[in-house]
C-alpha cells in the first residue's frame, strides 16, 4: 500500500486531501507545520510526499530538498496566482505540483501519474516462484495466476516488502486495514492462513509465538 505524507497547514485543506487519498486506497499521514513534516519525512517511509510551499517554521522549499535528499517523490501545492513558485518548485526538483483549489479527481491522477513514474523499476517483485505485479496487483505462482483478495494481495506485499522481520500483528492490522487494531486476532489469522495456501508460503510465512508473524526470506 502507498504511503504518502501530506504538509499542509490548511487543516480544511489537508483533511480534504487525506479523506479522498484514504478512500482512494491510500494510507496518509498528515503534519501541519514544516518542522512536523521534517520530523514525519525522517522516522517512516513514505511513497510520495504533497508538500505546500507556504509553511510555519520550515517553508516546502527546505524541505522540498530533505525528501529528495531521501528519494522520496514530491507534488508541491501551490495557492492559485503563485506560478513563481509553480516554475522555481519544478527547478527545485519537485515531480509535479497542482495548484488550489483543485477538483479531487485532478489530484488521484497527479499522484497517481507521479508513483507510477516512480515505482517503474520496482513494479514487479520477484519472490521465490512468485511474480508480484504491485501496480496491476495480480500475482503468478510458477507463472499461474493467484487469485488473491484485495487485503491478501496488501498482506503478502506487506511481508514480502519486510523479509526476516517479525512483524506484530498490531502493526500488520494498522498497514493492511488502515485501522488502529483493536485486538481482532482471527481477521489476522484467518487472511494469513489463507495467504499460505493460496502462494505455497506455508513455510515461509511462519508465526511468531505472541507477537504475530515473520516472512522467512534466506
Ligand atoms: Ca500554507
Known amino acids: ?25 491510500y494510507f496518509c ?3 501541519y507545520d514544516g518542522q512536523e513534516g521534517a520530523d514525519k519525512l525522517s522516522e517512516n517511509h513514505y ?10 517554521k520550515i517553508n ?43 477538483e479531487i479527481i485532478e ?23 512468485l511474480s508480484i505485479d504491485v501496480s496491476s496487483r495480480t500475482v503468478l505462482k510458477q507463472g499461474k495466476p493467484v487469485k488473491l483478495t484485495y487485503k491478501e494481495f496488501d498482506l503478502l506485499l506487506l511481508f514480502v516488502q519486510n523479509p526476516n522481520i517479525a512483524l506484530y500483528r498490531e ?7 488502515d485501522a488502529p487494531y483493536i485486538g481482532d486476532q482471527r481477521t489476522i489469522d484467518l487472511h494469513v492462513q489463507r495467504l499460505r495456501r493460496k502462494t505455497g508460503l506455508e513455510k515461509q510465512i511462519e508465526t511468531v509465538y505472541k507477537v504475530g508473524y515473520r516472512f522467512n526470506l534466506k
Open 1 to 25: 500500500m502507498n504511503k504518502i505524507l501530506i504538509v499542509e497547514d490548511e487543516e480544511a485543506i489537508a483533511n480534504l486531501i487525506y479523506m479522498n487519498l484514504k478512500n482512494a486506497g
Open 29 to 31: 499521514e498528515i503534519a
Open 47 to 56: 511513497d510520495l510526499c504533497l508538500l505546500d510551499i507556504m509553511l510555519p
Open 60 to 102: 516546502g522549499y527546505e524541505l522540498l530538498a530533505y525528501a529528495k535528499s531521501m528519494e522520496i517523490p514530491v507534488i508541491f501545492l501551490t495557492a492559485k496566482g503563485e506560478t513563481a513558485d509553480k516554475v522555481e518548485g519544478l527547478r527545485a526538483g519537485a515531480d509535479d505540483y497542482i495548484t488550489k483549489p483543485f
Open 107 to 129: 489530484l488521484l491522477a497527479r499522484v497517481e501519474n507521479v508513483l507510477r513514474r516512480f515505482q517503474k523499476v520496482k513494479q514487479t517483485i520477484e519472490v521465490l516462484d
Open 171 to 177: 502493526s500488520i492490522y494498522e498497514r493492511v486495514w
